[in-house]
């Protein structure tokens, strides 16, 4: 590559996790699953911003009957590497979802605890069903996580994950690939 930054933001990848490739059939299964199960029945995705708009925009081309699409953004306050649970809405839905059945999408789950906040408030404004669509889930050592996701595209170590819309800093986002990042790229 000629652009020096394009060259840094690859080789600050310790290993891929996920090559597009693979990355393209976990979507297509994911699709597969939703569009058997929401038949007929017009789903509204509820993406998750900004880390799942690159998995919405594939997930959405793989669901193969009627949907509708929603965004909203988050933010959770914490030290910056973890969730506090504390969430403010940034960016609300556009759309009512009462009697509507609703499907977040998200990019990785981890603790769960904004995602937990999301779903209470979602409830409460009464939708016919709620379930979550998670791509990656972090495999985390005891892990006690209040979101039991319905769709999981696979799981993923306990590392640094970046690529396909996830970020440190909002750096790696445009990495076509799932990859860990460099300790020291981030301590």
Same mark, same amino acid.
Request: with cysteine; charged share 25%; proline share 5%.
């Given at each position: 590559?000629?652009?020096?930054?394009?060259?840094?933001?690859?080789?600050?990848?310790? +290993?891929? /996790?996920?090559?597009? @490739?693979? =990355?393209?059939?976990?979507?297509? #299964?994911?699709?597969?699953? !939703?569009?058997?199960?929401?038949?007929?029945?017009?789903?509204?995705?509820?993406?998750?911003?900004?880390?799942?708009?690159?998995?919405?925009?594939?997930?959405?081309?793989?669901?193969?009957?009627?949907?509708?699409?929603?965004?909203?953004?988050?933010?959770?306050?914490?030290?910056?590497?973890?969730?506090?649970?504390?969430?403010?809405?940034?960016?609300?839905?556009?759309?009512?979802?009462?009697? +509507?059945? /609703?499907?977040?999408? @998200?990019? =990785?789950?981890?603790?769960?605890? #904004?995602?937990?906040?999301? !779903?209470?408030?979602?409830?409460?404004?009464?939708?016919?069903?709620?379930?979550?669509?998670?791509?990656?889930?972090?495999?985390?050592?005891?892990?006690?996580?209040?979101?039991?996701?319905?769709?999981?595209?696979?799981?993923?170590?306990?590392?640094?994950?970046?690529?396909?819309?996830?970020?440190?800093?909002?750096?790696?986002?445009?990495?076509?690939?799932?990859?860990?990042?460099?300790?020291?790229?981030?301590?």
């Amino acid at each position: 590559m000629s652009d020096k930054a394009g060259c840094e933001l690859h080789s600050d990848i310790e +290993r891929v /996790v996920f090559a597009q @490739e693979e =990355i393209a059939a976990i979507v297509q #299964t994911m699709g597969a699953q !939703i569009t058997e199960d929401y038949k007929d029945r017009n789903p509204l995705l509820i993406c998750v911003l900004k880390g799942a708009v690159v998995v919405m925009a594939d997930l959405m081309r793989a669901i193969d009957t009627p949907i509708s699409i929603d965004f909203m953004a988050v933010s959770s306050y914490g030290d910056g590497a973890t969730s506090s649970g504390v969430v403010r809405i940034v960016k609300d839905l556009d759309t009512r979802i009462e009697g +509507r059945d /609703v499907i977040i999408v @998200e990019d =990785i789950l981890d603790s769960g605890l #904004t995602l937990s906040y999301l !779903i209470d408030m979602l409830k409460s404004r009464s939708p016919r069903s709620i379930e979550v669509a998670a791509f990656l889930v972090k495999d985390l050592p005891d892990r006690d996580c209040p979101v039991i996701p319905k769709y999981v595209g696979s799981h993923v170590p306990n590392e640094f994950i970046v690529g396909y819309g996830l970020d440190y800093a909002e750096r790696y986002r445009n990495l076509p690939y799932i990859g860990i990042l460099k300790p020291e790229c981030y301590s």
